[in-house]
Nanobody, 126 residues
C-alpha cells in the first residue's frame, strides 16, 4: 500500500510563509491526481489546492493569490507554498491522491480521494 507523509508544518506569525511537503513511498506523484486539504478543530476537512494528473491546477478561493501547489515527480514529492498566512489558515494539513482526474472544484472534493497522509499541523499567530 502506498503511503503519503506530510512535513513542514509549524508555527508562524501572520504574514509569514511555510512550505509543506508530501512524500510518497512509491511513484505516485507523477501519475496520480494530488490535492491538499486542511481541517481546523470542530470544522470539516476542506480542499485547499489540487494538481491533476493532466496538469490542471486549482486553489480554493480562500487562499487564491497566497498559496500555490507544485510537484517534483522525480522526488515523489508534492508541495504547498503558503505565503501571507492568516490566523484562519491554521489547522492540520493533509495531502491526498487519486487514480482519477477531475475538473474544476471536483478536484477539491474530499470524497474523490482514497489515499491520505497523516497530516502536519500549522498554527498562525497574530
Amino acid at each position: 500500500q502506498v503511503q503519503l507523509a506530510e512535513t513542514g508544518g509549524g508555527s508562524v506569525q501572520a504574514g509569514g510563509s511555510l512550505r509543506l511537503s508530501c512524500e510518497a513511498s512509491a511513484a505516485v506523484i507523477g501519475t496520480y491526481s494530488m490535492a491538499w486539504f486542511r481541517q481546523a478543530p470542530g470544522k470539516d476537512r476542506e480542499g485547499v489546492a489540487t494538481i491533476q494528473n493532466y496538469g490542471y491546477t486549482l486553489v480554493a478561493t480562500s487562499v487564491e493569490g497566497r498559496f500555490s501547489i507544485s510537484k517534483d515527480a522525480a522526488k515523489n514529492t508534492l508541495y504547498l507554498q503558503m505565503d501571507s498566512l492568516k490566523p484562519e489558515d491554521a489547522g492540520t494539513y493533509y495531502c491526498a491522491a487519486s487514480h482519477h482526474s477531475y475538473g474544476g472544484y471536483a478536484g477539491l472534493r474530499r470524497d474523490n480521494y482514497n489515499l491520505w497522509g497523516q497530516g502536519t499541523q500549522v498554527t498562525v499567530s497574530s
